[in-house]
C-alpha cells in the first residue's frame, strides 16, 4: 500500500485546498457560560450536512478500513487532517459524536460482524448514524458487571427490558449501545451481550437528568419489551465483557495517546487562561497567585510526560493496553479538580457573583465540571483497583460473587439481613 500512498506534504496541501473551499473558518470561542450549547433538530442537521460533505469528499474515516468507507491510509493522514482543519468550522455533534467516533465505533470495528459495519459504519462516517453508550445500570453503581437489563431470546430476535443511565447525548443520537444480561446462571462476567438499539423503537424511552451546571446532557433510558434482531448483537453472544474492555479502553483515553506529541508546544508554555484570569483580577504581581500558576503549569507538563509514558506502554504490551490506560485517566481524575481550585483561588469572589462577563462565569462552570474525570468511565477508586491488580500484580479485593451465578448474587442479596454472625 505504501507505493500509492500519496506524499505527507502532497496530501496535506490537497486538504488544505479542499478546506478553503467548502468549509467556513472557525468563530473564536467565547465561553460557555453556564449552559452548553444545546443540540437542537436544526443544528443536528447543519451538522450532518458538513459531515456528508467530508465524508463524500473521502475525508472522514482516514484511517478506517475501506470495507467500511474509510480511506485505509496510516494515521498520519488523519493527523494531517486534524491540523489542517483546526482552524475550520468541522462537525460539532457535541458529546455523542465523541461517543460515536471516538469509542463506540472504533469498539465495533474491533468486536462487530463484517456485515455489522458494512450496515453502520459507513452510516457513521457519513453523519447518519450517532451512537451513544447504554452502559452503566441505576442499581450497578461502579460495578459495571453488575448489569439487570436483560435481553431475552424469542426465536431469532431478543427482547430487551430495563434501564441505562447516564448516557451521554442520548436525547438527540440515532442508536445505542447497549449491555444487557442475557445469561443469568454464570457468573455476572460472562453472562453480557452488546446490542446496537435504535433509540426511536418502541418501547424506548429517554429521559433528560438535569446537571448542576444546569445542562441536561445526561439521560436515563427504559426499555419495555424492545424487540432487536439477531444482526443487532455486536461481537459474540454472553462475550460482551470482551468488548467491554475494549470500550474502556477508548473511553479512558486510549485512542488519543498517538496525538499527544503534537501537543508538546502547548504544554511548555504557561497557562495563558490562568495568566489572562490574574490580570484581569489585578493580581499578576501576587507571588501567592504566581505560584498557583506555575503549579498548574508544572501538573499539566507531568501529565503530559505521564500520557508519552502511558502510550509507550500501551503500544509494547497491548495485552494490558486497558490497565495502563487507567493511569492517565487517574491522572485527568486526580489533577483536574486542583487546577479547577487553582482558577477559584485566582478569581476568589469574582467566580461566584461576577462583574466581569469574560472570564470569571466560566471558572464557576469549570469548577462544577471538575469531578467528571474522576466518574466518567470508572471512578479514580476504580482506575486505581485496575492498576494495582492488572498492572502491579497485587491481591485482588476479596470478592463473594465474582465465581457464582448472577442469579445466586441476586437472590443472596435479596435475601442478605446485614446481620453477621
Not at 455523542?96 to 459504519?121: I, N, Q, Y
Not at 448514524?129 to 460495578?143: I, M, N, W
Amino acid at each position: 500500500m505504501s507505493e500509492n500512498l500519496p506524499a505527507l506534504e502532497d496530501y496535506r496541501h490537497g486538504v488544505r485546498t479542499w478546506l478553503e473551499a467548502n468549509l467556513d473558518r472557525r468563530e473564536e470561542a467565547t465561553g460557555r457560560f453556564g449552559f452548553s450549547n444545546e443540540i437542537t433538530e436544526e443544528r443536528l442537521a447543519e451538522q450532518r450536512a458538513i459531515q456528508r460533505k467530508i465524508f463524500d469528499a473521502g475525508y472522514a474515516g482516514i484511517s478506517w478500513p475501506t470495507a467500511y468507507g474509510g480511506q485505509g491510509l496510516p494515521e498520519s493522514y488523519e493527523r494531517a487532517f486534524d491540523d489542517e482543519a483546526a482552524s475550520f468550522a468541522t462537525p460539532d455533534f457535541g458529546i455523542a459524536g465523541g461517543t460515536t467516533f471516538g469509542v463506540c465505533a472504533r469498539t465495533m470495528l474491533a468486536h462487530a460482524s463484517p456485515e455489522f459495519l458494512e450496515r453502520h459504519v459507513p452510516k457513521i462516517l457519513a453523519g447518519e448514524r450517532l451512537f451513544v453508550q447504554f452502559f452503566s445500570d441505576p442499581e450497578a453503581g461502579s460495578d459495571l458487571a453488575g448489569v439487570r437489563t436483560r435481553a431475552d431470546r424469542a426465536g431469532d430476535n431478543w427482547i430487551l427490558n430495563g434501564s441505562k443511565i447516564w448516557s451521554s447525548g442520548a436525547y438527540y443520537a440515532d442508536y445505542g449501545m447497549c449491555l444487557a444480561r442475557t445469561d443469568w446462571d454464570v457468573p455476572k462476567h460472562r453472562g453480557l451481550t452488546w446490542f446496537a438499539v435504535p433509540i426511536d423503537s418502541d418501547g424506548v424511552t429517554v429521559r433528560r437528568i438535569k446537571q448542576i451546571t444546569g445542562d441536561a446532557e445526561f439521560c436515563q433510558e427504559f426499555f419495555d419489551d424492545v424487540e432487536l434482531r439477531g444482526d443487532d448483537v455486536i461481537g459474540s453472544v454472553n462475550d460482551g465483557w470482551s468488548v467491554a474492555q475494549t470500550m474502556l479502553f477508548f473511553e479512558r483515553g486510549g485512542s488519543a495517546t498517538a496525538a499527544v506529541e503534537d501537543d508538546a508546544a502547548d504544554v511548555r508554555r504557561l497557562p495563558a487562561d490562568l495568566i489572562e484570569l490574574a490580570d484581569r483580577s489585578g493580581k499578576l504581581g501576587d507571588s501567592r497567585v504566581q505560584d498557583l500558576i506555575v503549579r498548574a503549569h508544572v501538573d499539566a507538563f507531568a501529565k503530559h510526560q505521564l500520557d508519552l509514558r502511558v502510550g509507550a506502554l500501551m503500544k509494547s504490551d497491548p495485552l494490558r493496553a486497558s490497565a495502563y490506560a487507567s493511569y492517565s485517566k487517574l491522572a485527568s481524575g486526580v489533577l483536574d479538580p486542583l487546577r479547577a481550585n487553582m482558577a477559584l483561588d485566582i478569581a476568589e469572589g469574582a467566580a461566584t457573583t461576577w462583574s466581569d462577563p469574560e472570564t470569571a462565569p466560566q471558572v464557576a462552570l469549570d469548577l462544577l465540571n471538575s469531578r467528571f474525570m474522576s466518574i466518567a468511565g470508572g471512578t479514580n477508586e476504580v482506575q486505581r483497583n485496575s492498576i494495582g491488580e492488572r498492572v502491579l500484580g497485587l491481591p485482588r479485593e476479596p470478592s463473594f460473587d465474582t465465581q457464582r451465578s448472577f442469579r445466586e448474587v441476586i437472590r443472596a442479596s435479596l435475601e442478605w439481613s446485614g446481620k453477621v454472625g
